[in-house]
């Protein structure tokens, strides 16, 4: 389950109906993580590009993960422009116990920052600039030079 | 032919090249001064599966994609 939006996430909304789409689940842990872009460096807010396909594929291994330990994972992302205080990323994993929720959401959103084909830029000054210095070689990067 | 995209950040429209290998992509673009500095931090998808080595052998119609450092959140 990974819902990709345009702008900013709707938070209260998101969370609201992950809770009710797993009700009556049998879950006995639902831990979200909501990543909120801060005032820093001047910025006006970050910007979002994804690479649909590769994000899709690295999601449903991490699902299929989650299936193993008896979890499930829900995600959504922002596409495009995301200002200051708004929120582009919620992350949360649902298990029938705490341990495996709050193990999992860590491992997840690490893996996540590592090799998710999202690149962020910051918006400045009316520009959108790559934020190179914060980000991550994917895992393998560098075979053709 | 084969398609080689350039993903986020990497401002290069696509190229359709006559390769057979991952090898004459990395001679091509090592000669591509728009491509400095991108060659060794970039991940390589063939297909939208990533790949790790540059003994891959391409086909007509494959695609490849380059993919520069990543940070979502």
Not at chain 1, 4 to 13: E, K, Q
Not at chain 1, 40 to 50: A, P, Q, T, V, Y
Not at chain 1, 71 to 79: D, L, T, W, Y
């Amino acid at each position: 389950m990974l819902y990709l939006y345009d702008g900013a996430l709707d938070v209260p909304r998101i969370l609201k109906e992950w809770y009710e789409q797993e009700a009556s689940s049998n879950y006995g842990a639902y831990i979200p993580f909501v990543g909120t872009v801060r005032s820093e460096d001047g910025i006006d807010g970050l910007s979002f590009d994804i690479y649909e396909p590769i994000l899709n594929s690295w999601f449903d291994a991490w699902q299929q993960k989650a299936k193993e330990r008896g979890a499930i994972i829900k995600m959504a992302h922002s596409r495009g422009d995301v200002m200051l205080h708004e929120s582009s990323y919620i992350a949360a994993v649902f298990s029938p116990k705490r341990r495996v929720a709050l193990e999992f959401i860590d491992e997840f959103v690490e893996d996540f920052k590592a090799s998710a084909p999202i690149w962020k830029y910051d918006l400045k000054d009316a520009k959108r600039i790559y934020a190179l210095d914060r980000s991550t070689a994917i895992k393998g990067s560098g075979i053709l030079k | 032919m084969v398609r080689v995209e350039f993903l986020g950040p990497i401002q290069k429209e696509p190229l359709e090249l006559d390769i057979t290998n991952l090898n004459e992509l990395a001679e091509i673009l090592k000669k591509d001064e728009t491509m400095q500095g991108w060659l060794e931090n970039s991940a390589v998808a063939v297909n939208d599966t990533l790949v790790s080595s540059r003994d891959f052998a391409l086909k007509d119609g494959d695609r490849v994609a380059l993919l520069p450092p990543v940070c979502g959140g």
